[in-house]
């Protein structure tokens, strides 16, 4: 069975925000843009270039988002992604705000004055907010049916409105699977789940829980919003320039192979990819 692939080669503005006690609703944030987030990038510039604008109905079936008719038409199966270059983390502060209006009618100041602070009513509470912004990688989706490149080319942002992308590159390939047994050492350079293989030193890399969907009733189900935002969440190694992973297998999987620009893309998939 031959999957399509497609490989975006982008430049990331990527960050998220950080908050700082006592301010409220702390806010998940994730190191790279998880495969949903890829996902919901291209579904949106997919919706844009179709004119597909038409309202949703979480009643309706499967179609209650953009997205999950994006991934109905071309049959998205996975998605992983490659760093190019080092995660480059920069913190800054870019918001203050108050803990309550300041022109608050006088009953209000009499009512909280009894047990809070002067200081706690009114005193600027720093937003941090952390960000990547050369932060160069390559996403890569595998689906049934090959995605026009012209998808790729119009995405203008990933994930929330301070992401912006720049796209420099789309290529478009067939690969086949391999299956792979237990226990054997494999050379990966893209992000892939934990729980299928071990990283062996010397490796570099690191390890984050992100959602992460292998099988088409779960990319609709998150898109449905019918499910807990935890629900789908794995752990991915996501190896790290230059050094890469090494890692042995724990189960039976498959390796999927593509050569972009003169190197060759090495990532490992769940066997509910291939075979479901």
């Given at each position: 069975m ?6 975006i080669?982008a430049k ?6 950080i908050?700082?006690?006592p301010?409220s609703?702390?806010q998940?944030s994730f190191t790279?843009p ?9 579904a949106?510039?997919?919706a ?12 309706e079936?499967?179609?209650t988002?953009?997205t999950?008719?994006?991934i109905e038409?071309f049959g998205?199966?996975?998605?992983t992604?490659h760093?190019?270059?080092p995660i ?13 209006p300041v022109?608050a009618?006088k009953t209000d100041i009499?009512k909280v004055?009894?047990?809070m602070k002067?200081s ?14 050369t932060?160069?990688m390559?996403?890569?989706i595998?689906?049934d049916?090959?995605i026009?490149?012209s998808?790729?080319?119009s995405i ?5 409105k301070?992401?912006?992308i720049?796209?420099?590159t789309?290529h478009q390939?067939?690969a ?6 237990t ?5 990966i350079n ?7 293989a071990e990283?062996q030193p010397?490796?570099?890399?690191i390890?984050?829980r992100?959602p ?6 779960e ?6 919003f019918k499910l807990?935002?935890t629900?789908l ?9 230059e050094e ?5 297998t724990k189960?039976?999987c498959?390796?999927?192979s593509i ?5 060759q893309l090495t990532?490992?998939i769940?066997?509910?990819v291939v075979e479901?």
């Open positions: 031959k999957l399509h692939i497609t490989a080669t990331v503005h990527w960050g998220f925000s908050r700082t006690f301010a609703g702390s998940r790279i998880p495969p949903t987030t890829i996902t919901g990038a291209l949106c510039a997919y844009s270039i179709t004119n597909v604008n038409r309202e949703y109905s979480t009643l079936q499967p179609y988002t953009y999950a008719e994006f038409e998205i199966k996975y998605a992604m760093l190019i270059e480059q983390e920069h913190t800054l502060q870019t918001i203050r705000y108050f803990t309550m022109q009618p009499e004055s009894g047990h002067v706690e009513m009114f005193a600027p509470i720093q937003v941090g907010y952390v960000v990547c912004p932060l160069t390559i996403f890569i595998l689906s049916k090959p026009p490149k998808i790729g080319w203008s942002r990933i994930g929330s301070e992401s912006i720049s796209v420099h789309v390939k067939e086949q699977p391999v299956k792979i047994p226990d054997e050492t494999l050379y893209t992000g892939y789940i934990a729980s299928l990283p010397p490796a570099r890399y390890i984050e992100i992460i969907p292998i099988i088409k009733d990319w609709l189900q998150w898109y449905s807990h935002p629900t969440e794995r752990n991915m190694v996501i190896p790290l320039p890469y992973v090494s890692a042995r189960e039976q498959y390796r999927v050569w972009i620009e003169n190197e990532t490992i769940p066997k509910e479901s």
